[in-house]
């Protein structure tokens, strides 16, 4: 199966740019990190609050997701067109072997700037299973996007890269578009219902249609 495949039967028109909570009926935005300031006093980075954040994306994404369950990893990749081919999962990958089975397809450039035309998106998928992948990596990766934290999503030459984690298992969709927030979108909120009443504290909105 590839993604678009699936997509077209699960989730009718969703495009996988931010934001998918915005484009879809059923779904749980999160606000992450507590209110705790990115910066101290004196500008360091503060380093407790991405601890909050890395914890809380992991819970989600345990709640979420089982290690066995059958999962795309997908990922847009923003970059100039005459630019060569960008890698992007390597660091993240167990199994080098995943590397043959990346999809790739390249689309317009989705946002609005100066000389969009120069630009385009690169969007990687690849269907595993979360035992196949270094989590914990990729979520602090996600959310190290403003900041100079490692890890990093590497090979940008634009805007850093989005990542989705869409479980076909269970027909959920994940996002963590920076430390300040992930969305989680479902094709029936009972789905997801157990994740909003546990961690109701985090949720910034949600929907229930």
Excluded at 101 to 122: C, D, G, L
Excluded at 173 to 199: M, Q
Aim: charged share 30%; hydrophobic share 35%; glycine share 2%.
């Amino acid at each position: 199966m590839k993604i678009m495949e699936y997509m077209e039967e699960r989730f009718q028109n969703l495009e996988f740019i931010p934001s998918i909570y915005n484009q879809w009926g059923t779904g749980i935005h999160f606000c992450l990190g507590e209110n705790i300031y990115q910066l101290k006093a004196n500008e360091e980075l503060n380093l407790k609050m991405f601890r909050v954040v890395y914890e809380q994306t992991s819970i989600i994404f345990n709640e979420l997701f089982e290690q066995n369950d059958d999962i795309f990893l997908v990922t847009n990749m923003y970059k100039h067109k005459k630019k060569e081919k960008l890698k992007v999962y390597q660091p993240f990958l167990k199994c080098k072997n995943h590397l043959n089975q990346i999809m790739v397809k390249t689309y317009p450039y989705p946002f609005e700037i100066n000389k969009a035309e120069e630009y385009e998106m690169q969007q990687f998928s690849l269907l595993c299973k979360p035992r196949d992948l270094r989590v914990t990596e990729l979520l602090k990766a996600a959310s190290n996007e403003d900041f100079p934290q490692k890890p990093k999503f590497g090979g940008y030459s634009i805007d850093y890269p989005d990542v989705f984690f869409v479980n076909i298992t269970k027909d959920i969709i994940f996002f963590i578009y920076d430390d300040r927030g992930c969305e989680v979108i479902a094709l029936d909120f009972k789905r997801i219902r157990s994740l909003y009443e546990k961690y109701h504290d985090w949720v910034e909105e949600y929907k229930c249609m």
